[in-house]
């Protein structure tokens, strides 16, 4: 791997840099402590549309920069550092674009990506794989797609739906195969649905931070067309599982509460002098050195991921490795702001008294579903263990 990012990378960073916090002093929008990819602009994103960085790893024929993930995560580190609203396109640009130019037809291809990659108004996606019965076991889903003649008819749950209240299309898991035979992971298959569909309910769930970002997502008797039907049937989860490298190596991983750390660092300094005595100034100082440590290493992780793929390589144990390590930093990271805070951590967002700009009880609350989305902290050792370690199931 070549440790130093090339004239053109650093260009690109500089650029970024100089447009994010162009548009935060600008008041787009603010350092808030949701779930990176919960917070969205459509306006932000037709402004990153422009610059092409949308879609900048996509292949120029679908418009794309033909640049690779390493770019990608040059951008998006740039971005995530500021928390910009990046939700409107995110899953689009990550999973469904790449995936209708693996399995897409060319009506999927031409109909979606040249919206994806310009942030047009009605093209924001979701995810509809979970279920409360599958999740981590994501091949025992039991919503079924039936097919009726050119049409697939759509019946059952799913659970944990991010942003499914306003996103446009949800992508989704479903069983399409009932030969009791079959292993279950050949029994599934992905589909586009819109989310306006008759017989599609949406309810709410509230989080633990108090706030509406997932939801159950109920289908009865959903008609949908098979020009739908992204790739081949009951080859679902084997599609899902090709993208994971890219969702699990994601930068977004390291950075969700990127403010938390940069703050922490701000707080600590400027410390009233004489706090800066005795062993518990020495207890904070070697924890935050201990994160400097942690912080540096997740972000060569991130990277050396982002450049085996961009190898051609299929980085599935080292981009596990990644994920897992990251998001336990990140819940290292509020644990210890916490203590450092005190009792003002809890402190609210908006309130007089808040210690640092940023809400260290939101983002300690958040990180608790850290190590659980997009594969928990078990199911990744699972994968290192195996696929990494060739270890016995
Ligand atoms: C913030 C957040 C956003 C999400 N957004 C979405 C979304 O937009 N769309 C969507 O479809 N889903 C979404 N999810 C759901 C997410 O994908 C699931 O939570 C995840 O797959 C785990 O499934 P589960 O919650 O059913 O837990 P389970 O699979 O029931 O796991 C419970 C516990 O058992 C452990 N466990 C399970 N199996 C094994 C095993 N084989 N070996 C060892 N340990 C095991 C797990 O590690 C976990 O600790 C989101 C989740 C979170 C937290």
């Not at 970002?213 to 899902?240: H, M, P």
């Not at 009233?272 to 207890?283: A, C, P, V």
Request: aromatic content about 12%; charged content about 25%; some cysteine.
């Amino acid at each position: 791997m070549n440790f130093k990012f090339t004239e053109s990378q650093n260009e690109l960073r500089r650029q970024v840099r100089e447009f994010v916090e162009a548009e935060l002093a600008a008041g787009t929008f603010k350092v808030v402590s949701k779930a990176l990819v919960a917070q969205f602009s459509i306006e932000f994103s037709r402004k990153m549309a422009e610059q092409g960085w949308i879609g900048i790893n996509w292949p120029k024929e679908y418009g794309g920069q033909g640049l690779g993930q390493v770019e990608k995560m040059i951008m998006l580190e740039e971005m995530f550092k500021y928390q910009a609203p990046v939700g409107y396109h995110f899953m689009g640009e990550r999973q469904i674009g790449p995936a209708l130019m693996k399995f897409g037809t060319d009506w999927q291809r031409d109909h979606f990506l040249p919206k994806i990659i310009s942030a047009e108004k009605g093209i924001m996606f979701c995810l509809l794989f979970s279920e409360p019965d599958a999740g981590s076991d994501l091949a025992a889903v039991s919503t079924t797609a039936i097919k009726e003649g050119d049409d697939y008819i759509i019946n059952g749950q799913k659970v944990w739906t991010s942003e499914g209240h306003v996103a446009d299309y949800g992508w989704l898991l479903a069983k399409t195969n009932f030969d009791e035979s079959l292993p279950k992971h050949r029994t599934c298959s992905e589909f586009i649905v819109d989310m306006k569909m008759p017989g599609i309910t949406i309810r709410p769930l509230i989080n633990m931070v108090g706030e509406h970002t997932f939801n159950e997502v109920f289908f009865d008797n959903v008609r949908i067309s098979k020009k739908y039907l992204v790739g081949q049937e009951d080859a679902g989860f084997k599609q899902i599982m090709a993208q994971m490298n890219y969702e699990r190596s994601g930068i977004e991983r390291l950075l969700q509460n990127y403010p938390v750390y940069s703050e922490l660092k701000r707080f600590i300094n400027e410390m009233d002098e004489s706090e800066k005595t005795g062993e518990y100034f020495f207890w904070i100082r070697d924890k935050m050195a201990q994160l400097e440590i942690e912080f540096t290493v997740g972000r060569l992780l991130c990277y050396s991921t982002a450049w085996s793929i961009d190898q051609g390589e299929t980085p599935t144990s080292q981009a596990a490795i990644s994920k897992a390590f990251c998001t336990q930093f990140e819940q290292r990271l509020n644990d210890f702001a916490m203590a450092v805070i005190g009792p003002n951590s809890i402190i609210r967002e908006g309130a007089k008294w808040m210690p640092l700009v940023v809400d260290v009880a939101a983002c300690y609350l958040w990180g608790v579903s850290y190590t659980l989305q997009g594969g928990s902290v078990e199911i990744l050792k699972n994968i290192i263990a195996q696929r990494g370690l060739g270890l016995p199931r």
